[in-house]
């Protein structure tokens, strides 16, 4: 049982990156889906939330209108498109799933304090590097 995130690379800036999240011994159906990064000296922060109940779908202010999450329920794979890219989304970048009937307030919560808190699943994390 795990998660897999793939998909980062070096990209120039304004350039686009599509990040995958794969999971393997479950499904995603019931679980919130979190995509988060980390730069380097800085806290892990949220940056968007998909919520399998209802397929709703939040972001960090800053991601807003550049970034889209979707899923595919077959494939288990929850997608962060990352679009216009800026050398300070520079990080790595984290999934993580977390178990519950109500995945669309855990996303909700997410956004509205941006506490990360307690996952049930967290993938391995994929660097992505915004440079000229």
């Known amino acids: 049982v795990q998660l897999q995130a793939s998909g980062g690379g070096l990209v120039q800036p304004g350039g686009s990156l599509r990040l995958s999240c794969t999971a393997s011994?479950?499904?995603?159906?019931?679980?919130?889906v979190g995509w988060f990064r980390q730069a380097p000296g800085k806290e892990r922060e949220w940056v968007s939330c998909?919520?399998?109940?209802?397929?709703?779908?939040y972001y960090a202010d800053s991601m807003k209108g550049r970034f889209t999450v979707s899923a595919d329920s077959a494939k288990s794979t929850v997608y962060l498109q990352m679009n216009s890219l800026k050398t300070e989304d520079t990080a790595i970048y984290y999934c993580?799933?977390?178990?519950?009937?109500?995945?669309?307030?855990?996303?909700?919560?997410?956004?509205?304090?941006?506490?990360?808190?307690?996952?049930?699943?967290w993938g391995q994390g994929t660097l992505v590097t915004v440079s000229s």
């Open positions: 011994g479950f499904t995603l159906d019931y679980y919130a």
């Open positions: 998909i919520s399998s109940s209802d397929g709703s779908t």
């Open positions: 993580a799933a977390d178990r519950g009937l109500r995945t669309r307030s855990r996303c909700r919560s997410l956004a509205m304090t941006g506490r990360i808190g307690t996952f049930d699943y």
